[in-house]
């Protein structure tokens, strides 16, 4: 993931990460591509740190809610 930011971070050439209006596009394919391009990244960043945290929360509740308990996590 890190890799694939590196190596992709000039693709767009010089326009702006994020893409805004008042740039002077040479069609608006470009512009989408560059929005499409965007939203790749940025997604790609979140979705793990989505992940990371709902397995915390899980492992909390988890926890709490185990505490004390001899074989809580069996029904």
Do not use: H
């Amino acid at each position: 993931m890190i890799l694939y930011t590196i190596f992709t971070k000039d693709e767009m050439g010089d326009i702006p990460f994020f893409c805004p209006a008042n740039y002077p596009y040479t069609s608006t394919l470009i512009r989408t591509a560059c929005q499409v391009r965007a939203a790749n990244l940025l997604i790609m960043w979140i979705s793990p740190a989505v992940a990371f945290f709902l397995v915390i929360a899980a492992l909390i509740i988890s926890f709490c809610c185990c505490a004390g308990k001899d074989n809580c996590c069996i029904a």
